[in-house]
């Protein structure tokens, strides 16, 4: 019985040791794991910010406003007026010569 025990023992010993060794390698291997995560984090995370699109500007201002000529108002409307048969051929030359300064 006492090399009963003994053997026992000695395998409770060598399955406590596998345990342990085998818990040391999951461990081990977890670490590796969780670094190599990390280290592909790190380089997607360079990878955007070498290729990122950039950023977005601002949209351009709209183009100034520029006010109307007078004269060129004037005309606009001797031809709007002309247009509309109000003005004979020799009224719209007439008083398109005179807006000019002519």
């Known amino acids: 019985m006492p090399g009963l025990i003994r053997g026992v023992a ?7 040791t596998a345990n342990a060794v ?3 390698q999951q461990q081990k291997y977890a670490r ?6 990390q280290g592909q984090a790190q380089q997607a995370q360079q990878y955007q910010q070498q290729y990122a699109p950039p950023p977005q500007q601002y949209a351009a201002p709209a183009a100034p406003v520029v006010a109307e000529d007078p004269t060129v108002a004037k005309i606009n409307q001797l031809a709007s007026l002309h247009a509309q048969g109000i003005l004979t051929d020799a009224e719209f030359a007439s008083a398109k010569a005179k807006a000019l300064g002519i």
């Open 10 to 16: 000695r395998t409770a010993a060598v399955v406590g």
């Open 22 to 24: 085998s818990h040391k």
């Open 32 to 37: 590796k794991d969780a670094e190599a995560q």
